[in-house]
């Protein structure tokens, strides 16, 4: 019979799992329910609980959640990670949003042997010199998606740039794979800051420095509360008009974008999916989101969506315990929301195209008007070396 339950939602549930048979899976959800990153914490899982309900039955694997909220903070987030790992005992890790987190949680991971699926976090070095055959990324890499924007930057005519992000691994990665595109390209980035990152409130004197830079643009990287305050504050700066602001999509997500409202109409962006792609896995999933939330998804939802996915995909391929489920994971491919998804076997970090898009008005609020598709690109292994699981 096929049967696939999704149970004991909810934070620190610690459910009373007793005598596990063989196809159920538990599974320890490492997400933000608290601080800058709540809101995205909590569209993973949504997307990830639409998955189960969707594709659930294809599996005759049950599934059980144990939540725990890393408060975007590293030391809290490891000692969640130890908590599920050694007193749970999940046999799979799903979560993770921010860069520094998963900095944190790796080598207790990698060391322990639980397999994790990264449902955001971009954090280079996961996939690059510090991969494990047991991190699986289906979300994205900071390079990843920032790479593609010093090129194409450049061809439309801008010279010089001033970056901003906050002070934390993701910022820095994210920039730095911009500002090598950039220059390759034979463009200049003028000036540079790091903000302080969950404490700033002023962007003001940052704002003030790119305005003095002689900049043609600011590009950036913020997200979740910090992108709001940010692109709000960019507006009523009155920068927009003489330097327009472009930066990795998450800035815009359609997550928040309504809450930044008019301020961020004209902002260019990219990422690795927008809810307007065009395709039947799609609009499946676009329909299946709004009819639980009333709105469009985000990229942080599909990324829910797709580890939730993923976990069924293994499943079906028979992985039962930790190392069958790493390695099932790293091998799973799909047509998925995103198109043909599948993971680069040398990194473990999934492979896909990058859409260059830019915030307009639409009907129902502010929307994302494509303006270029860039080809899937293959991180550089970038130092990683992965041994095999043995089963
Ligand atoms: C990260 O820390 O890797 C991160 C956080 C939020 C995003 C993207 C990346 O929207």
């Known amino acids: 019979m096929k049967r696939a339950l999704l149970a004991g939602l909810g934070l620190a549930t610690g459910l009373a799992v007793t005598t596990a048979s063989a196809d159920e899976i538990k599974v320890g959800m490492l997400l933000p329910y608290s601080g800058v990153y709540a809101a995205l914490g909590s569209e993973i899982e949504t997307g990830f609980n639409i998955a189960m309900e969707t594709f659930g039955g294809d599996t005759d694997a049950t599934f059980t959640v144990v939540s725990e909220d890393t408060e975007v903070k590293p030391p809290v987030a490891l000692g969640k990670a130890k908590k599920l790992i050694l007193q749970d005992k999940v046999d799979v890790m799903v979560g993770i949003v921010s860069s520094g987190v998963l900095g944190a949680v790796r080598d207790m991971v990698d060391g322990a042997g639980v397999p994790l699926v990264v449902a955001n976090a971009g954090n280079d070095e996961a996939t690059g010199a510090a991969c494990s055959p047991y991190i699986t990324r289906m979300s994205f890499s900071n390079q990843q998606v920032n790479r593609p924007m010093g090129g194409w930057m450049k061809e439309q005519g801008i010279n010089k740039v001033f970056t901003l992000a906050p002070d934390y691994a993701a910022g820095r990665q994210m920039i730095d794979a911009f500002t090598a595109s950039f220059t390759a390209a034979g463009g200049e980035v003028v000036g540079q800051e790091f903000t302080p990152f969950q404490k700033t409130q002023d962007f003001g004197p940052y704002l003030a420095q790119a305005k003095a830079s002689g900049a043609d643009a600011v590009y950036v990287f913020y997200a979740g ?167």
């Open 225 to 391: 509360g910090e992108a709001i305050s940010f692109v709000k504050q960019y507006d009523s700066f009155g920068l927009k008009a003489d330097m327009p602001l472009y930066g990795s999509g998450f800035l815009t997500s359609p997550l928040y974008v309504n809450a930044e409202g008019p301020a961020a109409e004209g902002v260019i962006t990219a990422l690795h999916y927008v809810p307007t792609i065009d395709s039947p896995e799609n609009a499946a999933f676009v329909a299946a989101f709004k009819a639980k939330t009333d709105r469009m998804p985000s990229e942080f939802a599909v990324q829910g969506y797709d580890a939730a996915r993923a976990l069924i995909e293994a499943t079906k391929a028979g992985a039962t315990d930790r190392a069958s489920l790493a390695n099932a994971l790293r091998q799973v491919s799909f047509d998925g929301p995103r198109g043909a998804t599948s993971i680069d076997p040398a990194t473990n970090n999934i492979v896909q195209p990058i859409y260059v898009y830019q915030t307009v008005a639409g009907e129902g609020g502010l929307t994302q008007k494509v303006l270029a598709t860039l080809p899937a690109e293959r991180d550089p292994a970038n130092g990683c070396d992965m041994a095999p699981v043995a089963n």
